[in-house]
Nanobody, 128 residues
Framework: QVPLVESGGGLVQAGDSLRLSCAAS??????????MAWFRQAPGKDREFVGV????????SYSDSVKGRFTISRDNAKNMVFLQMNSLRPDDTGVYSC???????????????????WGQGTQVTVSS
């Protein structure tokens, strides 16, 4: 059973918007006590931190490259986290993955090794 499943990726033009969803299932972790993060990876590039939202949904942190354009939100009643992406640019292209923190009630880590559960990712392609 896959603990996290992303959806909503696709092919869009520069300047467009896209909304990604991540659904948690199973009992491998407690969604409501886990910080949830988004990462992305372009072909031939290292995995890059995008943003993270606190388990309560009251705090967020973003990378400088997406600050002001992307917004993370969550619905703990539905065990879902979202990534709203506006003003997309070609360099936003990559596979976007959501991840759950390995420790509950933790700080807003930006390092992938601080996250224990991962989805398989959804492809986002932004054309010029």
């Amino acid at each position: 059973q896959v603990p996290l499943v992303e959806s909503g990726g696709g092919l869009v033009q520069a300047g467009d918007s896209l909304r990604l969803s991540c659904a948690a299932s199973g009992r491998t972790f407690n969604f409501s006590t886990s910080n949830m993060a988004w990462f992305r990876q372009a072909p031939g590039k290292d995995r890059e931190f995008v943003g993270v939202i606190r388990w309560t949904g009251t705090s967020t942190s973003y990378s400088d490259s997406v600050k002001g354009r992307f917004t993370i939100s969550r619905d703990n009643a539905k065990n879902m986290v979202f990534l709203q992406m506006n003003s997309l640019r070609p360099d936003d292209t990559g596979v976007y993955s959501c991840a759950a923190a390995r420790i509950p009630y933790s700080t807003l880590w930006t390092k992938p090794q601080m996250y224990a559960y991962w989805g398989q990712g959804t492809q986002v392609t932004v054309s010029s």
